[in-house]
């Protein structure tokens, strides 16, 4: 799906970008669609603008956004754990995924 530019500046305000790069809106981009490749792949569809729900995903992808741009030159030691939040936000997304009509 790509990234209209009202989403881009949604997920800008969230990781505290104000001038980037066109190297980091590059990486952003790459990430947005991993975020909601993963999401997808989880059983996640992409919810009806303007819905709570909506809101919930949108967070959830932000979140992964900013995780892994954080991460993308961390030496990391011993074990990554997930924030239990998002965990929960994921979970309430699955739980929720409307059902299809046989």
Same mark, same amino acid.
Do not use: H, W
């Given at each position: 799906?790509?990234?209209?530019?009202? +989403?881009?500046?949604?997920?800008?305000?969230?990781?505290?970008?104000?001038?980037?790069?066109s190297?980091?809106?590059?990486?952003?981009?790459?990430?947005? @669609?991993a975020?909601?490749?993963?999401?997808?792949?989880?059983?996640?569809?992409?919810?009806?603008e303007?819905?709570? +729900?909506?809101? &919930?995903?949108?967070?959830?992808?932000?979140?992964?956004?900013?995780?892994?741009? @954080?991460?993308? @030159?961390?030496?990391?030691?011993?074990?990554? &754990?997930?924030?239990?939040?998002? +965990?929960?936000?994921?979970? &309430?997304?699955?739980?929720?995924?409307?059902?299809?009509?046989?």
């Amino acid at each position: 799906m790509p990234m209209t530019e009202e +989403r881009r500046a949604g997920l800008l305000a969230y990781c505290r970008m104000e001038e980037p790069t066109s190297e980091e809106l590059l990486t952003l981009e790459t990430l947005y @669609d991993a975020a909601v490749g993963y999401l997808e792949g989880a059983g996640i569809s992409l919810p009806p603008e303007g819905t709570p +729900r909506r809101a &919930q995903y949108d967070l959830a992808v932000n979140f992964m956004v900013l995780r892994d741009f @954080d991460l993308r @030159d961390a030496e990391v030691n011993g074990t990554i &754990q997930d924030n239990p939040a998002f +965990r929960r936000l994921i979970t &309430q997304l699955k739980l929720t995924e409307p059902r299809e009509e046989a």
